[in-house]
C-alpha cells in the first residue's frame, strides 16, 4: 500500500454506538491529521499529531477521541455522537518539520452518517 | 477575516479550453506555503502545485499552474487544456508560518464542471 489509507470508506452509526476510524500513512511521515469536511463548509482541523505527541486540539468536543500509538497510524474514536456529526473526516500527514513548504497528504476519507 | 477567499462557488468550462479558479488569502505572516488540492467525487484530497511565498517564479506542475501576486495576495490556479476529469471540487490552502502544525487553512472551495 501507498500514500495514506483509511477504513473504514462508509460507516453508518446510531447514536449510541462506538466506533473507530482508523487511518494509516505509508510515507514516512511523522505528523497525521483528522479534518472534518460537512457539506458547505470549509475544511475543520480536528486533531494535530507530530511524533505521536498531540499538538493541537481545536475545540473538538469530547466525543472525539484520537489516539496515535505511532508515527504511522491514527484513530478517531466515536462514541454518543449527534447526527450533526455525520460529514467525511479526512485524514491526512505530512513530513512533521513544521516547515511552510510542508504538503499535507490526504487519504480517502470516511464518510460517516449518524442516525 | 477568512484566511482563504475562493469567491467561484462553480465554475463551467469547455472541454480542451484553459479555465482560472481564483484565491485571495490574508497573512501577515512573510513565511508561508501556498497549495491548491483537487477533490474528485469520490472525497479524496488530491495535492496538485505548491507555491512559497519566496519564491520567485510561478510554480507549475503539467497542466496547472499558479499565477502567484504576493502584493495582491492572490494565487490563483491555472488549468490549461480542461480535460473531462478534471471536473471536480478545487481548495486552495495556505500554512502560514514555521512551526505551526495547526496553522493550515482551507478555502470554501470551487466546484469546476468541464463540458464536453
Known amino acids: 500500500e501507498t500514500g495514506v489509507t483509511q477504513t473504514p470508506r462508509h460507516l453508518v452509526m446510531g447514536m449510541t454506538n462506538k466506533k473507530s476510524l482508523k487511518c494509516e500513512q505509508h510515507?514516512?511521515?511523522?505528523?497525521m491529521y483528522w479534518y472534518k469536511q460537512s457539506a458547505k463548509k470549509p475544511l475543520e482541523l480536528m486533531f494535530v499529531?507530530?511524533?505521536?505527541?498531540?499538538?493541537e486540539n481545536n475545540s473538538v468536543p469530547s466525543r472525539f477521541s484520537p489516539e496515535c500509538p505511532n508515527s504511522s497510524h491514527l484513530f478517531l474514536h466515536l462514541h454518543t455522537l449527534q447526527p450533526e456529526d455525520s460529514a467525511l473526516y479526512l485524514c491526512?500527514?505530512?513530513?512533521?518539520?513544521?516547515?511552510?513548504?510542508?504538503?499535507?497528504?490526504f487519504g480517502p476519507g470516511t464518510r460517516l452518517l449518524v442516525l | 477575516a477568512q484566511k482563504i477567499t475562493q469567491t467561484q462557488p462553480g465554475m463551467f468550462v469547455q472541454e480542451k479550453e484553459a479555465v482560472t479558479l481564483d484565491c485571495t488569502y490574508d497573512t501577515s505572516d512573510p513565511s508561508y506555503g501556498l497549495f491548491w488540492y483537487k477533490q474528485p467525487s469520490s472525497g479524496e484530497m488530491i495535492f496538485l502545485i505548491y507555491q512559497g511565498s519566496y519564491d520567485q517564479q510561478n510554480a507549475t506542475e503539467g497542466r496547472y499552474s499558479l499565477n502567484f501576486q504576493k502584493a495582491r495576495k492572490s494565487a490563483n490556479l491555472v488549468i490549461s487544456a480542461s480535460q473531462l476529469g478534471d471536473s471536480a471540487m478545487y481548495f486552495c490552502?495556505?500554512?502560514?508560518?514555521?512551526?505551526?502544525?495547526?496553522?493550515?487553512?482551507f478555502g470554501s472551495g470551487t466546484k469546476l464542471n468541464v463540458k464536453p
Open positions: 490552502a495556505m500554512r502560514e508560518g514555521v512551526d505551526n502544525f495547526n496553522k493550515f487553512y
Open positions: 499529531y507530530n511524533f505521536k505527541e498531540q499538538t
Open positions: 491526512a500527514s505530512s513530513q512533521g518539520q513544521g516547515q511552510a513548504q510542508e504538503t499535507q497528504y
Open positions: 510515507l514516512g511521515h511523522n505528523a
